[in-house]
């Protein structure tokens, strides 16, 4: 309902992010309505009782505190698109609007006409935000049910496309093989809907986390934005592609509006806290990392981002503690030795990061910082090098990295930035 409805101009809806967070409030209507700053508000309630769903669902004046409109379904799940559309429209008729044809179309017609296939798609969802092994796996299989009952369903594609992104930005899958699916799912949905602004930030993302291609990346996120200003993901991808051309504030701020929308989301409270360590600004992004993980405990990149943080604060102790506990929880990756590697080699306990530098890892840029304070400068270069070859996210906002001042000395950090096609900063 919140997304039909936001489709309408001259209609203010608060995002589904801030309005989630008054599920179960004390506060009274008229004082949920003032701090929201609506005149109106939409509350309901839905029971599952075998394959009947219960729907209620009334309209409230919040300034004279008075209903405007009441009503129950009792409909068979499969009905449920149905009930939605019951819902909006006499949302609508109330609040007396005056649609255009395209507007009215927009309402009329569903994303899917498959109960099943939306409910496997929000599964979906809800599983690719929590952002954990588990969770990313089963978003996949959720989203593929969802394509093998409607195939047409542009939504389900792009949650596929998001899906796998994601599994190989945590290196669940190959780099260039998630890739390549993400793309194709992505370029399905928008063969089937190219008005979706969910589309258009997959296409954003695809742009700047496999091509590099920055600009074409955030004017993809805008479009993204112009379709659904209160769109968290497309801000943050608009985030994303400015901080990857070192517009560090700009970045910030884009990721701020993100979090706004969708205060509840793991992954944008956890992306706004790496935003503010590329600002400086540690203590707040600490308090990021810390919210995203009160939201998801699981949640892997607020995690690995902790120790790193705490190491920025100079807490020096802390950060090794919380790279011990990482190390452990993760079930000994070879990615978060490498993080204590660069943490002991920035305490003066450089014989301890030699020592773990010694087994082998993946490349990444952790390891890289480790082992040039390590004095390994060649072999830090070198990892670098293949990054950059094989296009790795790890070097999607490496520029304006505070870590980074260890490889300042060595002419061939300038060249590598440059070659990025950013400016050195």
Known sequence: MINSLSKLNGLRVVPRGIAFAYKDSDLDLRSIATELGVRALVTGRISEIGDT??????????TRVEQLWGEQYNRNVADVLAVQQELVGAIIEQLALSLTPEELTQLTDPATQNPEAYRLYLKSKYHIFRVTADGLDKGVGYAQQAIELDPDFALAHVALSQAQMTRAYLGRIPWAEGGRISRAAAQRALALDDSLSEVHVELGFL???????WLGAEAAFRRAVELDANNGDAWQGVSEALLSQARVSEAVAAATRAVELAPLEPNLAQYLGHALVHARRYEEALTAITQSLDIEPNHILARSGVPSVLLLLGRNDEAIT??????????????SSSLLAWIYSQTGNLDGARMILENPARDSTTRARALMATGQADAAFAIL????DSRSRGLLWFSTYPGN??????????????RMGVAVQ
């Open 53 to 62: 769903l219960v729907i209620s669902a009334e309209l409230v004046d919040a």
């Open 207 to 213: 742009a700047h986390h496999f091509d590099w291609d």
């Open 322 to 335: 919380a790279a011990l506990e990482l190390i452990e929880w993760s079930g000994g990756d070879p990615a």
């Open 385 to 388: 090098d293949r990054l950059f």
């Open 405 to 418: 001042e260890v490889f300042r000395d060595d002419a061939r950090y300038e060249g590598l930035i440059r």
